[in-house]
């Protein structure tokens, strides 16, 4: 069986640059031949290369940049051999060596020039892909959270023994599993958070908020927690050790995202009997939170990449966590004009701060938002 002929390809003229590149090659060697060795035209051979090496496939660059130079060095013997002198040689020489210097420089420009395209596509293709994997995470946990919500809804209602009487231990495998699902859920919505942040910003309903209220409301929140690990909490109020109001111009379901994300950060990495403090301190600009844990430390070399997304670092404290939660937090704190960074405490444990400009819209003497009156 005979292959059907390949109708033939049509006539393409050849480009303007390399009209341009031969005449100028053509010009140089007639002004070279025809003229005495000692008038060096061969510099003119310069133009040629950079055409070339610019437009061309790389290994052309090489072949004219020898062309040219074996024709400079021709002239030395064409068109009158007899006129040939030590100056007129060296002179040819140094023609030659910046010719070959011209087109080894080109070439290695037409290598880095690929080279950059090449990363530069590299970079497109993964920001790409990286754009379709978070869409596709982003869509899957969105998806995700309905059916865990009626999984829990669904545990609840055995619970409550609206589907017949439940024996204590089946109570609490259910609550277990609640529990479970519950984590679950809040890892789900943090997911959520994190990419909507990245994506769209984070947006803040800022009101005026207490610090101080908000970290206790948290701290009493997780006392079943810290009970279960048998870590005690207690609050520090600073030099004066007096309770005091550190209000802030914030969004307070997002702050109190941060407190339980340091909260629980400081619980899960505590051993038993252990104490967490939370010290709350106003200084001259800002309110100043720290969270203080006497569970294991972070290495030196994790605490730059700590509030990284994802970060995986290789103490105990990384291994057991997803590196969203302090993700998280750094996005909310960030969003609210404050700094938030991480320590280690001696001898033993770690240090969490964060701190927020002061709200200016308070009054100060009382303690309470202008425009409110203090109880009694």
Not at 88 to 103: E, K, M, S
Not at 269 to 275: E, W
Not at 279 to 298: C, F, M, N, P, Q
Request: with cysteine.
């Amino acid at each position: 069986m005979h292959s059907r002929p390949q109708p033939p390809l049509p006539y393409q003229p050849p480009p303007q640059w390399l009209w341009l590149a031969l005449g100028s090659m053509a010009i140089t060697f007639v002004l070279e031949f025809s003229t005495p060795s000692e008038f060096i035209f061969g510099y003119a051979y310069i133009a040629p290369i950079l055409l070339i090496s610019a437009r061309s496939p790389r290994p052309r660059t090489a072949q004219i940049t020898t062309m040219v130079i074996a024709l400079t060095l021709l002239n030395l013997w064409l068109p009158d051999p007899s006129q040939i002198i030590l100056a007129t040689v060296v002179n040819r020489l140094i023609a030659a060596t910046a010719l070959g210097i011209t087109g080894f420089l080109s070439d290695r420009s037409r290598h880095y020039q690929e080279t950059i395209v090449y990363q530069q596509k590299q970079i497109e293709a993964n920001q790409t892909l990286m754009g379709l994997r978070e869409d596709f995470t982003y869509t899957l946990t969105h998806d995700l959270k309905t059916p865990l919500l009626g999984a829990i809804e669904t545990l609840k209602a055995f619970q409550d023994r609206r589907f017949g009487s439940i024996v204590q231990a089946q109570h609490q495998v259910i609550g277990t599993m609640i529990r479970s699902h519950q984590t679950s859920l809040q890892l789900l919505n943090t997911l959520l958070d994190i990419y909507r942040n990245d994506a769209e910003g984070l947006h803040l309903d800022l009101t005026l908020v207490d610090l101080t209220s908000l970290a206790e409301e948290v701290a009493s929140s997780l006392l079943d927690l810290a009970a279960s690990r048998r870590v005690h909490l207690s609050f520090n109020y600073g030099d004066t050790h007096l309770r005091q109001s550190l209000w802030v111009n914030g969004d307070r379901l997002q702050l109190q995202r941060v407190f339980t994300n340091l909260l629980i950060n400081g619980i899960n990495h505590s051993q038993r009997g252990d104490r967490i403090e939370i010290w709350l301190e106003s200084r001259d600009s800002y309110h100043l939170v720290k969270i203080l844990d006497t569970g294991s430390g972070i290495p030196v070399a994790d605490l730059p990449h700590l509030f990284e997304r994802f970060y995986q670092g290789q103490s105990d404290r990384q291994a057991k966590g997803t590196g969203l939660g302090l993700y998280l937090s750094r996005q909310i704190i960030t969003g609210h004009g404050g700094t938030i960074w991480a320590e280690n405490r001696m001898p033993s444990g770690a240090l969490f701060c964060f701190k927020l400009p002061i709200s200016l819209l308070h009054n100060p003497s009382h303690g309470y938002p202008s425009g409110e009156n203090s109880p009694g």
